[in-house]
T-cell receptor, first 107, second 112 residues
């Protein structure tokens, strides 16, 4: 199966700071999504981004499919951004998840 | 529109029992996938259904099974529960395969 490396594993930020999360894939994927897992366990879809760049408010994501990596940018972080962020690549109708980045934003 | 609905939200079962979890996808979504999340193994793929056909299955023992009905609702069943089956079980749906999946809130299963 595909190996997904996420970095950093843990991140502590002061409110207002910016951050970049990275995801590397061992092989090409057909679908790539970024998720935020809320305290109740639900995976909230942030971006569907198999290639290119997308922005949604303070969040943006870039995927360079030819080099098999994706980046998630969080600008002007807020305490509500805290939680675990996962990237996942799909091939063969199956998501391969990274191990997540645990983000803590302190006021 | 309504999201992906998973029932029940929480479940406590005894070792050796069996359990059935339910997933109702977003209306119009025909692909339904199931994942298991544990602290030790992370998020792992169980199986994927499209139009009532299982197209892919993860590396889980035969005690784990599933099905999809004609209205796209899906169920997964775990027989002869083991303590290690305690996990958050997540269901996801999509209109087409490999395009923009939406996850439900999950069912948290505890086996005692």
């Amino acid at each position: 199966g595909i190996q997904v490396e996420q970095s950093p594993p843990d991140l502590i930020l002061q409110e207002g700071a910016n951050s970049t999360l990275r995801c590397n894939f061992s092989d090409s994927v057909n679908n790539l999504q970024w998720f935020h897992q809320n305290p109740w366990g639900q995976l909230i879809n942030l971006f569907y981004i198999p290639s290119g760049t997308k922005q949604n408010g303070r969040l943006s994501a870039t995927t360079v499919a030819t080099e098999r990596y994706s980046l998630l940018y969080i600008s002007s972080s807020q305490t509500t951004d805290s939680g675990v962020y996962f990237c996942a690549g799909m091939t063969g109708n199956q998501f391969y998840f990274g191990t997540g980045t645990s983000l803590t934003v302190i006021p | 529109k309504a999201g992906v609905t998973q029932t029940p939200r929480y479940l406590i079962k005894t070792r050796g029992q069996q359990v059935t979890l339910s997933c109702s996808p977003i209306s119009g979504h025909r692909s339904v996938s199931w994942y298991q999340q544990t602290p030790g193994q992370g998020l792992q793929f169980l199986f994927e259904y499209f139009s009532e056909t299982q197209r892919n299955k993860g590396n889980f023992p035969g005690r784990f099974s599933g099905r999809q009905f004609s209205n796209s609702r899906s169920e997964m069943n775990v027989s002869t529960l083991e303590l290690g089956d305690s996990a958050l079980y997540l269901c996801a749906s999509s209109t087409l395969s490999e395009i923009g999946y939406t996850f439900g809130s999950g069912t948290r299963l505890t086996v005692v």
